[in-house]
């Protein structure tokens, strides 16, 4: 038996102040004799026995009062081996640690971090139980990999309970979020598997109780932790063990991403900060610092973010060479240092090469089907648009090599050529763009036996987006508005592509007029992305994703001989979001969270059929020998 607060213990002397009040109260007073009261000293001396032991009920109840009273301030402590007498308590218990390795747990108190007191709870555990209960078998799984445990039902008194200690002093809180449904549910489905293990069972949690890993964004992170705890088997008792400190302020930098998909050499484009206080009291005047290769920038300080809130900041930046390049935000290191920084990975090119297939070239700059197209995204002159755009015809096309290009556009184009279009669908499988506007020289039963469903090149599932059917042209001035024809409807969802036509009253809707367009039947896995206005809501623009590439079909030219799109203001802002949906980010691939899978593809005609596994070498040392 021990004393939380042994100091406290003193405290049981004022027991003796209950008994002192007892004897104090039976001071003997002068006895004066009278006739009246003969009767009620006759019926004392009856029942002086019963008031006798009434009053020492009394007082050993006042004294047990006081006692337990000072026992509750100084919390005694029982181990194991003070109850080793109790009927079962010769009985094996498992010990099932589950420990919260998150993030979270560097959050630092004072000089300790809530991962130090947690490590620390669960080696007193550990020795304890070495000391009273070395048969009890051990269960240790930390959150970061809570299928693995680094002990399994290993008796407390073993040594290897002692490696396992000594390998956690070297390791510390990881990058990961916890999941906690996911942590106990693991540990339950272990418990529901074991045959051999003790009857009766202790689930220790060992957590900071981080609001946001055990309430979760949605409120039902605790009735996931519940279901999974009713799942466990009889005689299963659940302890959780704060490890948290009292501190909780910390500032976040909780994303930084570029505004724009594509970053270019030379064009500025916005990055976006968002900076979170997680504390309980108002922070401001926050400073940040951006970092990219040799620069470094200070940001204009965040004047007030509040208690619980996010903030965004914008700012503008250029890089001035291509390349892979890296930018860092940092906010000033606070009492949770992982999340001061953030980082993010960009490939900047120095121009989206986008290779226009103009299917009727002409001699001046603005004739062909492509003219007015190129025009949009490459003007010339000091307007730097990031866009290369190299204008090739149908015969040049069975000679230009694709890997080049980013994006590839076919303006009118009768037909893709069927010697090269598996090369094409290979290309877009690999993540290049293709788009194809539709105008009177689109020859659809030559598409579609090149890349439509079935075809040699295309697959299966085809590579086009739709089926093209038969065309339809309208009368001239037929379909009121000025010139004539079918204006758009209202975009069902936001997209890209179509951003500028957003909003019932855009005057764009009305302003775009299509005087002729094919029918077309989408894809099950396309989106129609914009439609027409008219009876039966024909696609005007159809989506859709072809492995890691997309393909876009646009039911117009991009010239003037089917709508009045190409003369419309939003005609060169939609064609450069054209061209940065097809595409790929400056930022795929090159950003993966803590935890996720690298995935890789590997070309096996090019790497050898055998491969060898090298163990991680440790710091300054030479890789370890495979297992």
């Known amino acids: 038996m021990s004393l939380v607060h042994p100091l406290l213990a003193w405290g049981l002397g004022l027991v003796g102040v209950p008994i002192l009040i007892h004897l104090l109260a039976r001071r003997r007073f002068q006895v004066v004799r ?51 007498l109790l009927p079962g308590a010769g009985e094996a218990i498992e010990r099932v640690v589950l420990l919260d390795d998150s993030g979270s747990m560097g959050h630092r108190t004072g000089r300790t971090r809530a991962w130090d007191r947690a490590r620390d709870a669960v080696r007193r555990l550990a020795d304890d139980l070495r000391r009273d209960r070395p048969g009890d078998p051990l269960t240790l799984v930390r959150a970061s990999r809570p299928d693995v445990p680094d002990l399994y039902l ?43 293990a003790p009857g009766r069972r202790v689930l220790y949690v060992v957590t900071d109780l981080r609001r946001g890993d055990w309430l979760g964004a949605d409120g039902q992170v605790p009735r996931a932790v519940a279901a999974a705890l009713r799942a466990a088997p009889p005689e299963t008792r659940a302890l959780f063990a704060d490890a948290g400190g009292d501190d909780a302020a910390n500032l976040s930098l909780t994303a930084l991403e570029a505004a724009e998909p594509l970053v270019t050499a030379g064009v500025p484009v916005e990055l976006v900060v968002r900076l979170a206080n997680r504390g309980a009291a108002p922070v401001f005047d926050v400073p940040l610092v951006l970092e990219a290769g040799e620069a470094r920038v200070p940001l204009p300080p965040v004047a007030r973010v509040d208690a619980r809130a996010e903030v965004e900041v914008r700012h503008p930046f250029t890089f001035p060479a291509a390349g892979s390049r890296a930018v860092v935000v940092r906010c000033p290191e606070d009492a949770l240092p992982l999340d001061d920084a953030r980082a993010l990975a960009l490939e900047v090119r120095d121009v989206v090469r986008t290779l226009l297939v103009d299917g009727a070239p002409g001699l001046g700059p603005l004739d062909g089907e492509a003219g007015m197209l190129r025009m949009a995204l490459a003007p010339g002159g000091e307007l730097q648009t990031g866009v290369d755009a190299a204008v090739v015809g149908p015969d040049a096309l069975r000679e230009v090599e694709l890997a080049p290009f980013q994006a590839v556009i076919a303006c009118d184009l009768e037909a893709w050529p069927d010697a090269r279009a598996g090369e094409l669908a290979r290309w877009v499988e ?180 055998q491969a060898q596994l090298e163990r991680p070498a440790p710091a300054g040392g030479a890789p370890a020998p495979p297992p």
């Open 154 to 196: 290993t008796p407390a008194g073993n040594e290897r309970v002692d490696a396992a200690l000594r390998a956690l002093e070297q390791q510390g809180p990881t990058a990961l979020s916890l999941d906690a449904p996911r942590l106990v549910g693991e540990a339950v489905r272990r418990m529901q598997a074991e045959k051999d």
């Open 430 to 609: 690999r993540g290049g763009g293709l788009a194809l506007f539709l105008g009177d020289r689109t020859d659809a039963a030559a598409w579609a036996r090149a890349l439509g469903p079935g075809s040699a090149a295309g697959g299966a599932g085809g590579l086009l987006p739709v089926g093209i059917g038969r065309r339809e042209v309208l009368p001239a001035g037929a379909g009121g508005g000025d010139g004539g024809g079918r204006g758009l409807l209202a975009p069902e969802a936001a997209h890209p592509l179509v951003s500028v036509f957003l909003g019932e009253r855009n005057p764009f809707l009305a302003r775009v007029r299509a005087r002729a367009w094919f029918a077309l039947a989408p894809a099950p896995e396309a989106t129609v992305v914009l439609r027409l206005d008219d009876a039966e809501r024909t696609p005007f623009v159809v989506e859709r994703t072809v492995g890691l590439g997309r393909v876009v079909v646009l039911n117009t030219s991009a010239d003037l001989e089917a709508s009045s799109w190409a003369r419309d203001p939003s005609f060169p802002v939609t064609a450069h979001e054209l061209v940065r949906r097809l595409t790929p980010p400056s930022a795929a691939g090159r950003n993966l969270a803590a935890g996720a899978p690298i995935v890789r593809r590997i070309n096996p005609a090019r790497v050898a059929p």
């Open 34 to 84: 009278w006739a009246a009261m003969d009767l009620l000293l006759q019926a004392h001396k009856h029942n002086r026995r019963r008031i006798r032991l009434e009053h020492l009920l009394v007082l050993l109840l006042r004294c047990l009062a006081v006692a337990l009273v000072v026992l509750a301030v100084a919390r005694p402590v029982s181990t194991s081996g003070a109850l080793a």
